[in-house]
């Protein structure tokens, strides 16, 4: 057998990977979040092909299964993805110690919103943005959000920001807008109806906006309510309908997507991460034993599809089994074909550095 084209084949694998560790499975990584143990439910985006990650939190000294202390961060770091140097380097602080907020990309910059700490749940906005071609950021106050709100999702149209879902005062559900061009404040637009939804995803087509997934605690004698669908917003009409159903787990059990993660290209929706279904209803509402946060990562079974929604056509394919993907709290980022993973939890209390990329 001639081996020369084997040869050239393996060559030209090695070269489109020369910039990343390679995983089984066409996963790559970038190199590793400087925070060594990794972070949770960061503020993360692209502006150009830089990696803006900031803030998260983890358990860094005891594990939270031995009651230890959450720490916040405020360090903000950046990585040049198209450079042939990848190395993290700090660019700032965030205006305080953050995690559980939410990210949109514009093309002014990264819109931050939200989020709590060790001290409170926040209602502060600001922008970050890139100050000329040399890797240097500035962050720059936005007009803060009419209510404190954690665990949220949002994502941006046409300039405009919005953010819905998570812990809002009274267990609201409101979606607000901010407009980047024109807006002094943000406008609060009809709630979403059905149940609370906490760690939701929302993503938009770049019309419409889609709120998928996302849980509402149990109260008194009323158990927890996980939902397993998608709603639609016509920013047009300012109104909120059903769009479809999360497609069930391949074993045929629910699939809910709480606390995953959720991008979008021009012409579809991407989800993946976030809890099973069972094993976190039955964690929220106390049925899983003593040893719930003993587990290996695999015991959670936290979702590794990949799963993509045509709007258009209003149908679901999923791409199974994605190494890197099961993570709770990662952030999923969509540039230049690739999907990037960022940092999340492979298990409750333990979270995972790693920057894993995933070619469309």
């Given at each position: 057998?001639?081996?020369?084209?084997?040869?050239?084949?393996?060559?030209?694998?090695?070269?489109?990977?020369?910039?990343?560790?390679?995983?089984?499975?066409?996963?790559?990584?970038?190199?590793?979040?400087?925070?060594?143990?990794?972070?949770?439910?960061?503020?993360?985006?692209?502006?150009?092909?830089?990696?803006?990650?900031?803030?998260?939190?983890?358990?860094?000294?005891?594990?939270?299964?031995?009651?230890?202390?959450?720490?916040?961060?405020?360090?903000?770091?950046?990585?040049?993805?198209?450079?042939?140097?990848?190395?993290?380097?700090?660019?700032?602080?965030?205006?305080?110690?953050?995690?559980?907020?939410?990210?949109?990309?514009?093309?002014?910059?990264?819109?931050?919103?939200?989020?709590?700490?060790?001290?409170?749940?926040?209602?502060?906005?600001?922008?970050?943005?890139?100050?000329?071609?040399?890797?240097?950021?500035?962050?720059?106050p936005l007009p803060s959000l009419p209510t404190a709100i954690d665990?949220?999702?949002?994502?941006?149209?046409?300039?405009?920001?919005?953010?819905?879902?998570?812990?809002?005062?009274?267990?609201?559900?409101?979606?607000?807008?901010?407009?980047?061009?024109?807006?002094?404040?943000?406008?609060?637009?009809?709630?979403?109806?059905?149940?609370?939804?906490?760690?939701?995803?929302?993503?938009?087509?770049?019309?419409?906006?889609?709120?998928?997934?996302?849980?509402?605690?149990?109260?008194?004698?009323?158990?927890?309510?996980?939902?397993?669908?998608?709603?639609?917003?016509?920013?047009?009409?300012?109104?909120?309908?059903?769009?479809?159903?999360?497609?069930?787990?391949?074993?045929?059990?629910?699939?809910?997507?709480?606390?995953?993660?959720g991008t979008h290209t021009q012409n579809r929706l991407i989800f993946?991460?976030?809890?099973?279904?069972?094993?976190?209803?039955?964690?929220?509402?106390?049925?899983?034993?003593?040893?719930?946060?003993?587990?290996?990562?695999?015991?959670?079974?936290?979702?590794?599809?990949?799963?993509?929604?045509?709007?258009?056509?209003?149908?679901?394919?999923?791409?199974?089994?994605?190494?890197?993907?099961?993570?709770?709290?990662?952030?999923?980022?969509?540039?230049?074909?690739?999907?990037?993973?960022?940092?999340?939890?492979?298990?409750?209390?333990?979270?995972?550095?790693?920057?894993?990329?995933?070619?469309?």
């Amino acid at each position: 057998m001639n081996r020369l084209p084997l040869l050239i084949l393996a060559a030209l694998l090695l070269a489109s990977t020369a910039n990343a560790g390679t995983l089984p499975g066409h996963t790559h990584r970038l190199p590793d979040h400087p925070i060594p143990q990794g972070v949770s439910a960061p503020f993360a985006g692209f502006i150009d092909d830089w990696l803006i990650v900031g803030g998260g939190c983890n358990f860094p000294e005891t594990p939270a299964a031995d009651g230890g202390s959450k720490v916040y961060y405020e360090q903000c770091y950046a990585i040049h993805t198209a450079s042939d140097s990848l190395t993290w380097k700090q660019i700032g602080s965030l205006p305080q110690p953050t995690a559980y907020g939410c990210t949109a990309e514009t093309t002014q910059g990264l819109v931050c919103m939200g989020g709590m700490n060790a001290d409170s749940c926040l209602t502060a906005v600001f922008l970050i943005e890139k100050k000329g071609g040399d890797g240097n950021f500035s962050f720059r106050p936005l007009p803060s959000l009419p209510t404190a709100i954690d665990n949220a999702s949002a994502t941006a149209v046409n300039d405009c920001v919005y953010i819905t879902g998570g812990n809002q005062k009274d267990q609201g559900k409101a979606l607000y807008r901010l407009k980047l061009q024109t807006g002094s404040a943000w406008e609060r637009l009809p709630s979403y109806p059905g149940p609370q939804r906490i760690q939701p995803i929302l993503v938009n087509d770049g019309k419409q906006i889609y709120l998928t997934g996302g849980y509402q605690a149990p109260s008194g004698s009323q158990e927890s309510i996980l939902s397993a669908d998608m709603l639609k917003f016509d920013p047009g009409k300012e109104e909120w309908t059903y769009e479809s159903d999360i497609p069930d787990e391949q074993d045929g059990e629910k699939r809910c997507l709480a606390g995953g993660a959720g991008t979008h290209t021009q012409n579809r929706l991407i989800f993946t991460g976030g809890v099973n279904y069972r094993i976190f209803k039955n964690a929220i509402e106390g049925k899983a034993g003593k040893d719930y946060m003993r587990h290996t990562p695999e015991w959670y079974r936290f979702n590794d599809d990949i799963l993509l929604f045509d709007p258009v056509e209003k149908k679901w394919k999923i791409r199974p089994d994605i190494n890197g993907m099961a993570r709770a709290g990662g952030i999923l980022l969509y540039h230049k074909n690739r999907l990037y993973m960022i940092c999340g939890e492979i298990k409750p209390g333990i979270r995972s550095p790693e920057i894993i990329i995933y070619p469309l």
